[in-house]
């Protein structure tokens, strides 16, 4: 049966942390841009060339116009036209995409949204673009059903889109298929943007089934559509368990546009594990008390620490780096001060600890640059500047751990959470009530080990 957005976090997410990933890119993300579907892309040439729309093969279909009507050229037109004239560009799908830590991603799209997306990429869209090896390291994008110019107006590969094409296609690209198999092997998959409609799930199943289920190779991975017609959906469950039979997990979504969140879900689980730590001391008895005690507790974990350089920032990266010295284990890269523009000089630091890193930006971008690098946000005392990054935060889909026991906004903050505690996701868990009630103890060491514990399952540490 289906699993869970959860199961697939901890899993994928493993494999993208071990540099063992690779992700596989259908026409279902560009649908969220504008872009038409293989119905509606074929939809002319279905009418052309008479052919019925009880024929729901769309390589067939292209096959047939190639046959009877306007010839491959007008066809290759055609669709460069339909996908030239098309709405928009990158969505937040493919911004979230970009910023995933994998190496390799492959595509049947023509379009060129995902290398908009991340320019730095290199594109590989011919078998002897595989054997260059001069071509520089980094992401590769490898496009293998053939590739549109930057422009919109001709091929730099001609698209596969016949039946004939589909039946040829690893004796005429063998190195890209050659390597697609070797990659299939030995690393994890995620495919996204596939549906049941869609000619290229027959890549994915044949992938699949060339394979001796009985050997150990990784878990691979699809986000699927579900339909809403009960009968689609008694063919779709057939379908899904053939899938699981070959060994690829299957999470289902209402729609296409339900999968920008799953990979936003994945970039905060797969990018560095650091904490952004905000807030102020509000008068409390026990601030500086809780920013020793928890920055002295991470130096025992692989928690690394961002701030804007404020009292909480500064008073737990402080205690964190003491710690760490005292171990023998600091690296000024664990800790992260970040300064923003001004006229002034930047006032010096009270320790020489940690990696001071002065910004061009003003405030308010440079938080929401900082805060989307975290996996998640420790919150001590604070007043509105902190219910601000708070809130940022939360937009950003990023988990906030309270240290309540401080006041102030970290206290509002607590108060809301333990209302619908159960509901509060940290690393696809419910939040531990237990742990979360020690965020507010008058105990700075109980209130340190409450904030480890949330923050390290918030952050997907040691699942």
Not at 251 to 263: G, L, Q, R
Not at 444 to 453: E, F, L
Request: hydrophobic share 40%; net charge negative.
């Amino acid at each position: 049966m289906p699993i869970g957005v959860d199961e697939l976090l901890k899993a994928y997410g493993a494999a993208v942390e071990a540099r063992n990933a690779s992700l596989f890119v259908g026409a279902g993300l560009s649908r969220a841009s504008g872009y038409p579907n293989w119905s509606e892309l074929l939809g002319f040439a279905r009418v052309e060339a008479h052919i019925p729309d009880s024929l729901s093969d769309f390589p067939l279909v292209a096959e047939y116009y190639i046959q009877q009507s306007g010839g491959r050229d007008r066809l290759e037109r055609w669709i460069a036209t339909a996908l030239r004239d098309a709405s928009g560009g990158p969505n937040e799908g493919h911004q979230f995409m970009a910023k995933l830590p994998i190496s390799e991603i492959w595509t049947t799209n023509y379009d060129n949204l995902i290398e908009a997306s991340d320019p730095t990429a290199s594109v590989i869209a011919s078998d002897e673009a595989i054997a260059n090896r001069s071509s520089p390291w980094g992401r590769r994008i490898i496009k293998m059903h053939g590739s549109l110019s930057p422009d919109g107006h001709s091929w730099i590969t001609p698209p596969v889109i016949s039946r004939t094409d589909f039946e040829r296609y690893e004796f005429r690209f063998p190195r890209i298929w050659s390597l697609l198999r070797a990659t299939f092997l030995t690393k994890s998959f995620l495919f996204l943007g596939f549906s049941f409609s869609d000619p290229n799930i027959e890549l994915l199943l044949r992938l699949a089934r060339s394979q001796d289920r009985s050997s150990i190779t990784p878990e691979h991975f699809t986000v699927l559509t579900k339909p809403s017609d009960p009968d689609d959906r008694i063919l779709h469950d057939l379908r899904v368990r053939d899938l699981e039979s070959t060994g690829i997990a299957v999470v289902e979504v209402d729609h296409f546009d339900d999968i920008a969140p799953v990979i936003q879900r994945l970039v905060r689980r797969t990018c560095e594990p650091r904490l952004f730590v905000s807030g102020s001391d509000q008068g409390s008895d026990i601030f500086a008390e809780c920013c020793s005690a928890i920055g002295s507790r991470f130096a025992e974990s692989s928690i690394d620490v961002a701030s804007l350089g404020g009292p909480a920032g500064m008073g737990v990266s402080n205690a964190l780096g003491l710690a760490l010295s005292g171990l023998g284990t600091y690296r000024p890269e664990r800790i992260q001060l970040f300064f923003r523009k001004k006229n002034e000089p930047p006032a010096a630091l009270p320790e020489r600890l940690g990696t001071a890193i002065y910004s061009g930006l003003d405030k308010d971008p440079l938080r929401r640059s900082v805060i989307d690098q975290c996996r998640a946000l420790l919150v001590l005392g604070g007043s509105s500047t902190t219910r601000e990054e708070v809130e940022i935060a939360r937009s950003l889909g990023i988990p906030v751990i309270p240290v309540g026991a401080t006041g102030g906004v970290a206290r509002a903050v607590w108060e809301e959470q333990a209302g619908h505690l159960a509901s509060v996701d940290f690393g696809g868990k419910a939040a531990d009530e237990s742990q979360h009630k020690r965020l507010v103890s008058t105990d700075p060491n109980m209130v340190a080990m409450g904030a480890y514990r949330l923050v390290s399952q918030a952050m997907y540490l040691g699942q």
